[in-house]
């Protein structure tokens, strides 16, 4: 590549960046609040309906089976209707469910909905980062992946202030301030749904606002280094779903989302426990974790770029959550364990750009939609082990127990990543090889 197209291309991301990361930012924050936001109103639901505290858990978890479950055929369709569409339509479907939530009656139809809003919602991060795949070199998309979870910080960090203090609406209108909640951020959503359809592209040859030169090279740059790129399942179920790599990282995820799930959805409960009262201020101090992710968010893809090996980071912070939990499992003191939640967060949430961008420099075209849906399937599943073995732990009055789950994951994602090690060698050793065996043919 000459120096002129190297600006151009950077003149290009520059536009991409600008015109594309704050859409996006906005409708994951939406996601993250409206699957979260049930985590303010797991206390005022059990008084109110009377769900369970194990029944609580299940509910909040059961949204990542059919999440999990519809992954993959989610992603495989946005592939050929384009991610402006697809994602418009996840965005309209799932705001309306949410809104819906303002009905629950009981625990029958607080399963359903949640277990519809996750079938509604599935699809969503993975057709997000294929966005990123279509627009942004690999180079870029450690950083790029890292702001998108700026989303996920500020969810964590401004969506509990702001449920609570919709929460606050308690009786007007003769509705419980959990309905009110559900309802103002479904219709929020709604709108999202309609700004994204009418701001984003499906790729830079659509861009109004990139010259077709622009375009070309951020085409270019997007696909160079991207493998496999086949058209078709048919025949390439391993390369999209059976390569060691991918089935070691998304094992990794799975422990990394049994934590940091767990965390998300019972944080207001544990804070409400240590004697916080009142909605709002209930929202605040859980929104601390969202400081923590910010940090993590912000200071580990820094390193990442900076570090010596492709998993010295990743290591490191596995290593690290591990112990944070163990720390967690023998500390009575209500504020240091509020910190260590705060640090656990920092590292769980901070990491995940890092799995992203070592999935996405081994993936390209349909084999990037199959695969890294694939990934998030896995991982959804532990989004719904962790608050379900948490809420049966709680409901059997076992608090060791819930600190149990979290250590095991923790210490479960650490021990699989010599195998990841192993298996990104030899997945190396085989691109090396495959110029090689073309050329000889």
């Avoid at 969202?290 to 570090?307: E, M, N, S």
Wanted: aromatic share 10%.
């Amino acid at each position: 590549m000459t120096v002129d197209s190297d600006q151009l291309h950077a003149i290009a991301s520059r536009k991409a960046a600008v015109r594309l990361l704050p859409i996006l930012c906005l409708v994951y924050f939406m996601a993250f609040v409206d699957r979260t936001n049930v985590g303010l109103a797991k206390t005022a639901l059990g008084a109110d309906v009377g769900i369970s505290a194990a029944a609580y858990g299940a509910g909040a978890g059961i949204f990542f089976l059919s999440y999990a479950l519809l992954e993959v055929p989610s992603n495989l369709i946005m592939y050929r209707v384009g991610p402006r569409r697809w994602i418009t339509r996840i965005a309209l479907t799932w705001g309306a469910i949410c809104a819906c939530m303002m009905f629950v009656q009981g625990e029958v139809s607080f399963y359903i909905l949640r277990f519809l809003l996750g079938a509604a919602e599935a699809g969503l991060f993975p057709a997000l980062m294929y966005v990123v795949t279509l627009w942004f070199s690999q180079k870029q998309r450690v950083s790029v992946v890292g702001v998108l979870y700026l989303a996920v910080c500020a969810g964590l960090g401004l969506g509990a202030p702001l449920g609570g203090a919709i929460m606050e609406l308690h009786g007007a209108g003769g509705m419980y301030g959990w309905q009110w909640m559900f309802l103002v951020e479904g219709l929020i959503t709604l709108v999202v749904a309609g700004i994204f359809w009418l701001t984003v592209p499906d790729r830079p040859s659509d861009a109004k606002w990139l010259s077709p030169q622009e375009a070309a090279v951020l085409d270019e740059r997007a696909a160079a280094g991207g493998a496999p790129a086949h058209t078709t399942l048919k025949g390439n179920l391993m390369v999209a779903f059976g390569r060691p790599f991918i089935i070691a990282l998304a094992v990794i995820y799975f422990a990394n989302q049994v934590n940091s799930v767990a965390i998300q959805y019972n944080f207001p409960s544990i804070v409400q426990s240590l004697g916080v009262e009142g909605s709002f201020r209930i929202g605040v101090v859980s929104g601390s974790i969202g400081i923590g992710a910010l940090i993590g968010v912000l200071a580990i893809p820094w390193l990442h770029r900076r570090a010596a090996g492709e998993l010295t980071v990743l290591t490191g912070v596995t290593v690290a959550t591990a112990v944070v939990a163990g720390i967690y499992t023998v500390t009575d003191a209500a504020v240091a364990r509020i910190l260590l939640i705060d640090v656990a967060m920092m590292l769980l949430i901070g990491i995940l750009p890092v799995y992203w961008s070592v999935a996405m420099a081994r993936m390209s075209g349909l084999m990037a939609a199959a695969g890294l849906a694939f990934i998030n399937t896995v991982g959804l599943l532990g989004g719904f082990t962790g608050p379900y073995l948490y809420g049966y732990a709680e409901g059997r009055g076992s608090e060791a127990g819930g600190h149990a789950v979290l250590l095991g994951a923790a210490v479960l994602g650490m021990l699989l990543v010599p195998l990841l090690a192993l298996a990104l060698r030899s997945e190396n050793r085989k691109r090396a090889t495959a110029p090689l065996m073309e050329d000889a043919r």
